[in-house]
């Protein structure tokens, strides 16, 4: 019996920590307690107050050396006196200056030679579209696809009132279209057929089907054939017998279905009833005669030119 219990293996001892202990190794908390959980109060690692540190001091010195403290009138110009508006001020006197150049050069050049000089060419677009979207799209469209509705022109296509050269469009852009600022304004006036009792309304319908057979658009062909004559009496002396047009008077072609108020029978009927005014201002008052030659230059590019 004593041999078998000699030979008996014995569980190893276990080492258990010492709670007292174990409470004297542990962080002191600061007291705070959320959901039970307790916040320990451990020191912040020195490199991070030393970086702290270093940010106040920092701080003191970017406040003395640059502006900062904001005051009544203006803010303290700081001891570089830096001036981030008048840095952007003298980069834009800068590209001013150097843009300048080519402006003396669009002024000394004719308008037809713009385009055989690339590089000026390339700049009278740029310098052009910028003016344009700032000073133009507010009518015919950013990107110059004008409103029907209100009757500001399509830039791009080719169909052009006054004349598409270079030569055209800048004397439109630089006295616009019938108004009383310029006596040089481009000026046209269609009569008001309906309005002033010279057609009445059934000779009306039958002048608007025969134009929009010009353009071979949908018509009444009866109406259109009794409104062939009607049209050659009162029309077309300004938008010639095949509705060609006139663009050097202002009268727009009505046989291609580009239309400034639009080609349906109602909008046609009004435009022979009431007649159409519309007025495009002058910018020869607005603009630099070279920026409005860059502007002629970047619309003349737009719909091909003539």
Same mark, same amino acid.
């Given at each position: 019996?004593? $041999? ?56 003191? &010195? ?21 001036? *981030? ?90 006295? &616009? ?37 010009? *353009? ?5 062909? $009866? ?5 062939? $004559? ?12 095949? &509705? ?18 639009? &080609? ?43």
């Amino acid at each position: 019996m004593a $041999e078998e219990s000699e030979n008996k293996v014995k569980p190893p001892s276990r080492q258990y920590p010492d709670p007292a202990k174990k409470l004297e190794q542990e962080v002191k908390t600061t007291g705070h307690t959320w959901d039970g959980i307790e916040e320990y109060d451990n020191p912040m690692p020195r490199w991070w107050v030393w970086i702290f540190i270093i940010t106040i001091v920092w701080s003191f &010195g970017y406040w003395i050396a640059y502006p900062a403290w904001p005051g009544i009138q203006s803010a303290t110009s700081g001891l570089l006196g830096y001036s *981030s508006r008048a840095n952007v001020a003298a980069e834009i006197a800068d590209f001013e200056d150097r843009n300048e150049v080519f402006f003396a050069q669009l002024v000394d050049t004719d308008l037809d030679e713009i385009r055989e000089d690339d590089e000026l060419h390339r700049f009278a677009i740029n310098a052009g579209g910028s003016v344009f979207r700032a000073q133009c799209s507010q009518c015919h469209g950013a990107g110059g696809a004008g409103v029907q509705a209100a009757g500001y022109p399509n830039l791009l296509n080719d169909d052009w009132l006054w004349g598409g050269t270079m030569e055209d469009i800048h004397q439109t852009i630089r006295y &616009g279209i019938r108004n009383e600022d310029f006596m040089d304004a481009r000026w046209s006036e269609m009569p008001a057929f309906g309005r002033d009792g010279l057609l009445d309304d059934e000779e009306i319908d039958q002048v608007v089907n025969y134009v929009l057979s010009l *353009s071979a658009s949908d018509h009444d062909a $009866e109406l259109a054939s009794a409104g062939q $004559e009607l049209y050659e009496i009162n029309c077309a002396s300004c938008h010639m017998d095949d &509705g060609s047009g006139d663009y050097f008077i202002g009268a727009p072609a009505l046989n291609n279905q580009i239309w400034l108020y639009g &080609g349906s029978p109602e909008a046609i009927r009004h435009t022979i009833y009431y007649s159409r005014f519309g007025v495009m201002p002058g910018f020869a008052e607005r603009l630099r005669d070279a920026e409005i030659r860059a502007v002629a230059a970047y619309v003349h590019q737009l719909g091909g030119g003539q």
